[in-house]
């Protein structure tokens, strides 16, 4: 006799029938969509209301979805910030290093310095000269990191790739702390004046780069950045 799809349990939610169910119903739906009831939903599942329960509740931790008292179920915009805590606790669930994931968030950018070669919006590009603009007369590292946040959420933005920028984001927050902690570093090691000076040099060719259509050169531009950023 088969058995019923709630009485299948895995660790695993993408091996589970009753979740795989449930996400294809939600794939099917946008941001704000109602679910059907539990009733409902559960019967057109074929499951039982306890076993859709229980991964609904899942899927609301992992901010898929919302719950609205007296409302409803809906299906959410699934944020970065939400993503981010997922991932980070999936790498500590798996014991793998947060910095891990820094050679991802390096993969990421080295593509959005090549698509923004393509076509790079006048727009945008002026917000990456602004940054420039700032870390050559900011008196404070606050300044200058801030400088260099907004420079790669503009780089970012120059590609033109919502999947490029959305992932970054996420990858943005998960680095967070240990992002802080390179600051820390960088600032221990040099002066402002000094600070202010070597974020021009690694930032400029990237702009330089990009104005100029050069993917190769851009690439090499993201790559120098990286490598010297992660020395410290």
């Known amino acids: 006799m088969t058995e019923p799809l709630e009485t299948v349990r895995d660790n695993h939610f993408d091996d589970d029938p009753v979740s795989i169910a449930l996400t294809k119903r939600i794939k ?27 991964r609904l509740a899942v899927l609301v931790g992992l ?3 919302e719950r609205q008292i007296g409302s409803g179920t809906y299906v959410a915009e699934l944020r970065p910030q939400t993503l981010a ?15 891990a994931l820094e050679s991802v ?13 393509a076509d790079p919006d006048p727009t945008l590009t002026g917000h990456m000269q602004k940054a420039l603009d700032i870390m050559a007369v900011a008196t404070t590292s606050v300044e200058m990191h801030k400088a260099d946040r907004d420079f790669h959420q503009a780089m970012l933005r120059v590609s033109g790739n919502p999947a490029l920028i959305f992932f970054a984001d996420v990858l943005a927050d998960t680095l967070s702390q240990s992002m ?12 402002e004046e000094g600070l202010c000076d070597l974020f021009i040099e690694l930032h400029k060719p990237i702009y330089d780069a990009i104005m100029s259509g050069d993917e190769e050169k851009a690439v090499l531009a993201v790559e120098e950045h990286f490598d010297v950023v992660m020395l410290y």
């Open 28 to 54: 099917g739906m946008k941001p704000g969509d109602r679910l059907p009831s539990e009733r409902d939903l559960a019967i057109e599942l074929g499951v039982s209301r306890t076993a859709l329960r229980d």
């Open 63 to 65: 901010g898929s979805l």
């Open 85 to 99: 805590l997922a991932l980070s606790l999936g790498l500590s669930s798996a014991n793998l290093p947060i910095h």
């Open 105 to 117: 968030r390096i993969a990421l950018e080295r593509q959005a310095a090549i698509e923004a070669c």
């Open 180 to 191: 802080a902690e390179r600051s820390v570093r960088l600032r221990e090691k040099h002066t």
